[in-house]
């Protein structure tokens, strides 16, 4: 199993991004019934979670920084969970990471390589 992250880049102040995550490899009923989230690392700071979608509940949870910006999705179809980001700022910037949590269903827990996202002022 891979996480396929991509959709980084450069962007201005008050754009957008979509992060896309694709779990290559995974069989669906894991895909589908684990928790899935979006992580990142900002200069000078731990890695922190930023966006969550627990299974148990699929009700999104988001980091206090990105609530009302960033939207958390999947598609159970194509195996993808990505993260929308508007009006993005400065802080922003820093390598996001996508996560799916199988330790519940299959006893493992898998991490993307992570994308660059870059917001320029």
């Known amino acids: 199993v891979q996480l396929q992250a991509s959709g980084g880049g450069l962007v201005q102040a008050g754009g957008s991004l979509r992060l896309s995550c694709r779990a290559s490899g995974m069989i669906l009923s894991t895909f589908s019934g684990s928790d899935k989230g979006w992580y990142r690392r900002t200069p000078g700071n731990e890695r922190e979670v930023v966006a969550s979608?627990?299974?148990?509940?699929?009700?999104?949870a988001y980091a206090d920084s990105v609530k009302g910006r960033f939207v958390i999705s999947r598609d159970n179809a194509r195996k993808t969970v990505y993260l929308h980001m508007n009006n993005l700022k400065p802080e922003d910037t820093g390598v996001y990471y996508c996560?799916?949590?199988?330790?519940?269903?299959?006893?493992?827990?898998?991490w993307g390589r992570g994308t660059l996202v870059t917001v320029s002022s």
């Open positions: 996560n799916i949590n199988s330790m519940a269903i299959a006893g493992r827990d898998y």
């Open positions: 979608m627990p299974v148990h509940t699929d009700s999104p």
